[in-house]
């Protein structure tokens, strides 16, 4: 059995379901250090979500870097006093690699049937569609959906970089448009100022966010959350936008399938789509 060195704060901040969780570690260490995060949460029979939320609760980013502390852990036990990779803050590529893979999995668990339908429904409409773009990497995500959208045949899509227009044409939007807001973070001022406007003017905002707690998550009539890992690169924060990518490709794939089949159904309704 390998023990990880945790503090009596740590093991009091776990619920119930992740004490479970840390149990089977120590009891099965070797038999998990390949498992990908979903079979590791076949095996305790909790969600992929449940799992990164405990792997960050330990400090690790993910349960890539999770893994990759237990495997450290063992070759301290052989090699006693060697450095380990954790401690140097190493991380190889394969570590990287298994880490992003991670995010998108436990992302992919996140997506609803509920959340998708709806979107599909303003999708659907002629109103027009605003998707907020402040600039950076996040703005290559706007720019990534709104050619998507264009792609696919939706017209009236509209990608704003000026705060002040945007909050300008807000105010003489048709309540039938639809507001897109992503974020890496949830608490970007702008967009949270973007968010109540548009709740105060009843109009819908789709947003993407990550899956912690955050205002533009909580204004928004349809949520998409994601997880990543932040970490600092030369003194700036960086976070990877791969989950985001990832869930504007699942969003548009799963729009497609969804006109096909409706298209497909004879008169009565649209009954069974699916994920």
């Known amino acids: 059995m390998i023990s990880l060195p945790l503090s009596d704060e740590v093991i009091k901040s776990l619920s119930k379901h992740e004490l479970n969780i840390l149990k089977y570690v120590y009891e099965h260490t070797e038999e998990i250090l390949d498992d990908s995060i979903q079979e590791f949460s076949s095996r305790v029979s909790y969600s992929s979500a449940t799992v990164l939320r405990f792997c960050k609760k330990l400090g690790y980013s993910g349960f890539a870097e999770f893994k990759y502390a237990l495997r450290a852990a063992r070759r301290e036990n052989v090699s006693a006093g060697e450095e380990t990779p954790r401690k140097s ?111 105060m003017n009843g109009i819908p905002v789709i947003s993407i966010t990550p899956y912690t707690s955050n205002e533009i998550a909580d204004l928004s009539a349809v949520s998409f959350r994601f997880f990543t890992d932040q970490r600092e690169n030369q003194g700036a924060e960086y976070t990877s936008r791969l989950p985001i990518f990832f869930v504007i490709h699942i969003i548009i794939q799963c729009y497609l399938k969804y006109r096909e089949e409706k298209n497909s159904l004879q008169e009565g309704g649209f009954h069974d789509f699916s994920v």
């Not at 991380?91 to 979107?119: C, P, W, Y």
């Not at 600039?135 to 706007?142: C, H, I, K, M, R």
């Open 89 to 199: 803050g190493v991380r190889s590529a394969d570590m990287m690699i298994d880490l992003l893979s991670s995010n998108v999995q436990a992302t992919a668990g996140l997506i609803k049937e509920e959340q998708l339908l709806q979107t599909f429904r303003l999708f659907d409409s002629d109103a027009p569609i605003y998707i907020w773009a402040p600039g950076g990497l996040t703005d290559t995500a706007g720019e990534y959906l709104e050619k998507l959208l264009f792609s696919v045949g939706r017209q009236g899509v509209y990608r704003i970089e000026s705060a002040r227009l945007f909050s300008h044409l807000m105010n003489t939007m048709p309540k039938e448009a639809a507001v897109i807001l992503i974020s890496t973070s949830g608490t970007f001022g702008p967009s949270i100022r973007l968010g109540k406007l548009a709740q």
